[in-house]
């Protein structure tokens, strides 16, 4: 079956970097774009990034120069590269394959 699996959240300081990843398995990957989701606490859920089967990527406005989303076709994973993190980057964060999410991974940035 489709399986999405985050990775690499935790408890950071602000300005400090964490590194996300998400590996899929049972869907075909290469020809996908992925995204990333964040979702606040007592907030809908948002595009963060995304990342096309060329690499082209996107990221939303709140993020833009401070994160960088990859992707490894042969291992089938994505990636979120998060620096200068800010106390509203707090979110539980998850990867998107076409219709398919992730549980999830929580990010907290905090003092």
């Known amino acids: 079956q489709v399986q999405l699996v985050e990775s690499g959240g935790g408890l950071v300081h602000p300005g400090g970097s964490l590194r996300l990843s998400c590996t899929v398995s049972?869907?075909?990957?290469?020809?996908?774009?992925m995204y990333w989701y964040r979702q606040p606490p007592g907030k809908q859920r948002e595009l963060v990034a995304s990342?096309?089967?060329?690499?082209?990527?996107n990221y939303a406005d709140s993020v833009k120069g401070r994160f960088t989303i990859s992707r490894d076709n042969a291992k089938k994973m994505v990636y979120l590269e998060m620096n200068s993190l800010k106390i509203e980057d707090t979110a539980v964060y998850y990867c998107?394959?076409?219709?398919?999410w992730g549980q999830g991974t929580q990010v907290t940035v905090s003092s």
């Open positions: 990342i096309t089967s060329g690499r082209m990527t």
């Open positions: 049972g869907v075909i990957f290469r020809i996908y774009t």
């Open positions: 998107k394959h076409s219709t398919y």
